[in-house]
Every structure is written in C-alpha cells, then in structure tokens.
C-alpha cells in the first residue's frame, strides 16, 4: 500500500534510514534545497502488504517535480525525479512490481513527460575485464525487468552511475595498508611537510567558493553559482544538526592549509551510517606537497570515527580508460584502496513517448548553452 508521507523531516530521514541502501539524496534536508531551485517534493512510503496500523515501511520515495513551460500546449508539463532511490530491496520482486507501478501511474497522473530513478542497484564490482570484476545477476535481473516494463536507459545521466567505496569497517593501519604505496606514501609525505587538516566554518564559505570556481575553470568542469552552493552547505551544516544522529544528515568541511594559507579543501556529507565525498577544491600553491592526500586520509579517519562504514568518493568513469574525463580523478580514488563498483545509473519511463522523444532530443543541446554559458560566468566571477 502506497501513501503519500505527511510526517516531518527527523521522521522521514529514520525512516528512510532503516531501508535498503539509504542514500543522502533521499533525505529531506535534499529536498529542501531543490525546493529553493524550482522543485516540488513528494515523498511517498509503501507499507507492507498486511495493512495493520503498526505495518513496516518496506520501501520510500522521494519524488521530485519540476514544471517545464513548453510553448503551444495549453497545459504546463513536468519531470519526475527519483534521486537515487526509490529505497528498497530490490531483490524483491513482488515489491519491485509495487513500486514501479505506482511510480509508473503516478508519471501519468501528473502528466509528465517523464519518471526518471537512479538506485543503487549493483550491477558489479571491480574494472570490467579485471581479475577483481564480479558481476552481479541480482542487479543485471533488475535491468532486464526494467528493460520489459517499457523503461529506458537514461541518455541523461545526471549522477555518478560507478563509483568507487572504501570500506571503513577495518583499522586504519589495515585502511593505509590498502592504499596503493604512491597514495600511503603521498599522506605521509604531506604529514611531513608541515600540511595540516582542521574543519571549517561557515565563515569559511565565501573563501570556499571562490577555490571551488577556480578549480572548475582550471580542471575544465563546470559549477553552479554561489547560492546554490551556499544552500546546500549552510542547509547541511545547519547547528540544529549538531546531535548527529546516524539519520541526521550533516557536512562537516575539511580545509588543508600550509603555513596559514588554505590550500585546498573537501565537502564530506554524513548519513546513515555512510560518508559521501560531494565537493573537492584546490590551489595551485603547494601542490606538490600533497595536501589533497592528506585531506582523503583525514576524512576516513572522521568517518570511521563518527561510525560510518563506507567511505563513497563519489564518482568513477562509465569508461575505464584513458578517454574518460574522469579517468585523472579515478586514478587518484583508486589510490586511496576502495572497490569499484558500477550500479543501475539513471532509467526513465516516458509516460509520453512522443513528448519524451521531443525532450531527449532538445534537453543536449540546452544542456550544451547551459555549460558555455555556466564556465563564462565562473570565470567572471573569479576575474578570469
């Protein structure tokens, strides 16, 4: 039984806390910072089927939506999202057919062009073609399943699809045992050399800002504006946060700084039991002493120590060569000793196929202005 959620926001993170693969995009404090950026929240809980008044949630689904003004129709369409969710087992398959059927009749009840989910449902682990690369039929069930209920294969990935977990679980001499010798060596390097690790403030972010844009100009990747930055870290780094429950989502900042000066630094958001690293920034001073090392091997050690036992660095390529942007950052990651592991990434259900296709057409090419137009304004605002 499906219901639409009307409880608050401590409620609703315990609750999604407590199913399958809980994920800080599912929280509320996420959807709250949408909501400030033109997306409306609709979070939905399925009981079990035996309805009794104290049934269990057995899945949850953040739902965001968002209206997009098409001229020449005579009423406003929309976009579903499922932020890496919905959350549950999806090994399940009775409540799989539940879930997407409800998300499926939903999509057309609200006349969207679209649903679109991305779990993290495992479709391996390891580089494919390695000797460590495991496939994962559960996962691979799923896609066909998908596939035959008229979903597609997102050609807007808008999350990571793959990316790399660092297990916590052991010591940190077993942590720093796994790290390739280069990174272990690296970390101690920038020890060292006088390369210190302290949490920010939120007076730190303005400063924080301003090194975020210039990595982006200088590594080519392109960024929001400041506010919506600000949003999310003051959201997240909200006192009210403070008790830091394990279904309490929070940030805490890492800045490396060498002889006073900040050199680089890292967001690492909490939840759940899981660390996530979302946001990295540096300088080009004093590189080479290897802060950013440092800063890696600082957050594992606070999130081992605040109880959490995956380390998610968030992101690796689709491809595993060198003709993958991401192939630089990944070779840093996978230094640090954590498993690969490729998911589900995003599937859509076009519940109109015909304006689906109109949109999946438009969407690159909009896309490509919004980038040109994203990198012109960082270099403006840092005076590039």
Excluded at 4 to 28: D, K, M, Y
Excluded at 36 to 54: C, D, E, R, V
Aim: charged fraction near 25%.
């Amino acid at each position: 039984m499906r219901q639409a959620f009307s409880g608050q926001s401590s409620t609703w993170n315990e609750l999604i806390a407590c199913l399958p693969n809980p994920h800080l995009l599912q929280t509320w404090q996420w959807a709250e910072v949408k909501a400030k950026y033109g997306w409306k929240s609709m979070p939905f809980i399925w009981h079990s089927q035996l309805a009794t008044p104290n049934s269990q949630s057995v899945a949850a689904a953040m739902v965001l939506k968002r209206t997009i003004p098409l001229s020449g129709f005579a009423k406003k369409m929309c976009v579903l999202y499922v932020p890496k969710g919905p959350l549950m087992d999806w090994n399940d398959a009775a409540l799989r057919a539940r879930v997407l059927d409800d998300l499926q009749a939903l999509a057309r009840r609200q006349g969207a062009i679209f649903v679109k989910i991305d779990p993290d449902v495992i479709l391996g682990t390891g580089i494919p073609g390695s000797q460590e690369a495991v496939e994962d039929k559960s996962g691979q069930a799923v896609r066909s399943d998908l596939t035959r209920r008229g979903w597609i294969f997102s050609s807007d990935q808008i999350q990571f699809r793959n990316t790399v977990l660092v297990d916590l679980s052991l010591s940190e001499d077993e942590l720093l045992a796994r790290m390739k010798q280069k990174t272990r060596y690296n970390v101690r390097l920038a020890e060292k050399r006088g390369v210190t690790v302290r949490p920010s403030a939120l007076a730190d972010l303005p400063m924080l800002y301003k090194m975020y844009a210039e990595t982006s100009v200088r590594d080519g990747f392109v960024i929001r504006d400041e506010g919506y930055y600000r949003m999310v870290w003051e959201t997240f780094m909200d006192p009210s946060l403070v008790t830091r429950h394990s279904s309490t989502p929070y940030t805490e900042p890492l800045i490396a700084e060498f002889e006073g000066q900040v050199v680089a630094a890292i967001f690492v958001f909490y939840f759940a039991g899981r660390a996530y690293y979302l946001y990295g920034m540096s300088r080009e001073a004093h590189r080479e002493k290897m802060p950013n090392h440092l800063l890696q091997w600082e957050a594992m050690r606070r999130a081992k120590a605040a109880g959490c036992k995956v380390y998610d660095l968030w992101g690796a390529p689709d491809v595993f060569d060198e003709s993958d942007s991401l192939w630089g950052v990944f070779r840093f990651k996978e230094g640090l000793g954590g498993q690969v592991v490729r998911t589900l990434g995003a599937w859509d259900y076009p519940a109109s196929t015909l304006l689906y296709k109109l949109y999946t057409q438009a969407i690159p090419r909009v896309l490509d202005i919004m980038r040109a137009r994203g990198k012109s304004r960082t270099r403006q605002n840092i005076g590039g």
